[in-house]
């Protein structure tokens, strides 16, 4: 079984950064790919960024792309989040994810998750 448990989340003004972490327990880290995903109220859950097991593949969502970079630390089995020049429309509820080797954008594909962080950006 795997674990993921996500911290760094709060409330943070727009323009803002904030860095959140996912440590993962109960399997081999370096054989998961890992994802960020965010789900605001009312609204589906989306795909935030994603990299691969080796780290060579990395993917982020173009409302992102440029602000947030996703990183990995295999030795500390830990994925991280980091989230610069953050805007309102940021604000959500954060989950990490995990699936086998390689990155996917459909939340379907993974198949464990975090419990959330929340994260708050004030205009």
């Known amino acids: 079984q795997v674990q993921l448990v996500e911290s760094g989340g709060g409330l943070v003004q727009a323009g803002g950064s904030l860095r959140l972490s996912c440590v993962q327990s109960?399997?081999?880290?370096?054989?998961?790919?890992m994802g960020w995903f965010r789900q605001a109220p009312g609204k589906e859950r989306e795909f935030v960024a994603g990299?691969?097991?080796?780290?060579?593949?990395?993917s982020h969502a173009d409302s992102v792309k440029g602000r947030f970079g996703i990183s990995r630390d295999n030795a500390k089995n830990t994925v991280y989040l980091q989230m610069n020049s953050l805007k309102p429309e940021d604000t959500a509820v954060y989950y990490c994810?995990?699936?086998?080797?390689?990155?996917?954008?459909?939340?379907?594909?993974?198949?464990?998750w975090g419990q959330g962080t929340q994260v708050t950006v004030s205009s």
């Open positions: 990299i691969s097991y080796f780290g060579n593949s990395i």
């Open positions: 994810a995990a699936r086998p080797l390689t990155v996917a954008v459909n939340p379907s594909s993974y198949d464990y």
């Open positions: 109960g399997r081999t880290f370096r054989s998961l790919a």
